[in-house]
């Protein structure tokens, strides 16, 4: 199968790149600004989604079976550009293609006001610009696309030191760095390569419509934080916390996903980050 991977560079991309060797694809996949990582496995192409000539340009090139697109932008100028627009120039030409499209969405398409989980049925509330953007563009693919899945995800970490979670809860725990994590937020966090896994399933799955792929526990920031520092050496009771609702700006404070479903539909599983990380700190 050949599989066209946007956002090789990126941190799911990369874990993508890990993962396919196990699954046997030909794997074609895109970088912007970052170079490309040296990976046999894997064919890569400089491609701006901004640009749709260039994406159809690429897909006339690759001609892929599937698609997995993860390029995006969470802010500033090219939020949109990237996020919306992007995703309809590959929504659009992996229709053309007749590749079947895993597309990354996220869980900050809703207000967060519920209590309880959000299940794929729910409908989006973005609040913030990104979660309009990311909610329009899952919108868009499932609209257009007859053979796709919007794959919301949620806090993807790994275990590695040098983690972008991992380095923000250090950073803050130490006091490198100023703010704090929000005790009334409330994720699914995923570990990266779990979720490159059940991506790897969903690419020759038949499932179609959105689908949660996220940790089966749900933690506030600050608990995912402080276990992420305790995992690194550090100490968790030194990790500031705050809460969310006292805060002048708008974020959605409950993310958590229902993966009833996941569960339902896929092998792979994905488990919880406290399961995940307690784990890991006992090996440790
Ligand atoms: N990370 C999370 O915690 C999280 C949570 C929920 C959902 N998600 C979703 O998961 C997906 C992947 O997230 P991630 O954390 O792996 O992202 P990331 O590490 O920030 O990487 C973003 C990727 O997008 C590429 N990109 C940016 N602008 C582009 C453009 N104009 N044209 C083509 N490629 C472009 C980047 O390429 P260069 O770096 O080479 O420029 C990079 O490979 C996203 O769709 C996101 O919404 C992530």
Not at 59 to 72: C, G, K, M, N
Not at 106 to 134: H, M, N
Not at 179 to 206: K, N, Q, S, Y
Request: proline residues 6%; hydrophobic residues 45%.
């Amino acid at each position: 199968m050949k599989v066209l991977l946007t956002g090789g560079t990126g941190l799911l991309g990369r874990a993508l790149l890990d993962h396919a060797p196990d699954r046997r694809w030909t794997l074609h996949a895109t970088h912007l600004s970052q170079p490309p990582a040296s990976t046999p496995h894997a064919q890569w192409h400089r491609l701006d989604v901004r640009d749709p000539s260039a994406v159809d340009a690429l897909f006339a090139a690759v001609r892929p079976d599937a698609v997995i697109h993860t390029a995006y932008r969470m802010g500033g100028d090219a939020l949109v550009p990237v996020t919306l627009d992007g995703t309809r120039h590959v929504t659009l030409a992996a229709k053309r293609a007749g590749a079947r499209l895993v597309h990354l969405s996220t869980d900050v398409l809703f207000d967060g006001l519920r209590v309880g989980p959000y299940t794929e049925d729910d409908p989006r509330s973005p609040i913030t610009d990104y979660g309009r953007a990311k909610a329009d563009a899952e919108a868009f693919v499932l609209a257009e696309h007859p053979d796709a899945v919007a794959v919301r995800t949620s806090l993807l970490y790994s275990l590695a030191p040098d983690d972008r979670q991992a380095r923000l809860a250090l950073d803050l725990a130490r006091g490198v760095a100023r703010g704090a994590l929000f005790t009334d937020e409330l994720r699914c966090p995923a570990r990266v390569d779990e979720v490159a896994v059940a991506l790897g399933e969903l690419v020759a799955h038949t499932y179609r419509g959105v689908l949660h792929v996220a940790g089966d526990e749900t933690l506030s920031r600050h608990t995912f934080g402080a276990l992420l520092v305790a995992l690194h050496g550090g100490d968790p009771a030194a990790l500031p916390g705050a809460r969310s609702a006292d805060q002048t700006t708008l974020r959605p404070r409950n993310c958590a996903l229902a993966v009833d479903r996941m569960k339902a539909v896929l092998a792979a599983r994905v488990r919880g980050a406290e399961t995940v990380l307690r784990e890991a700190i006992r090996r440790t």
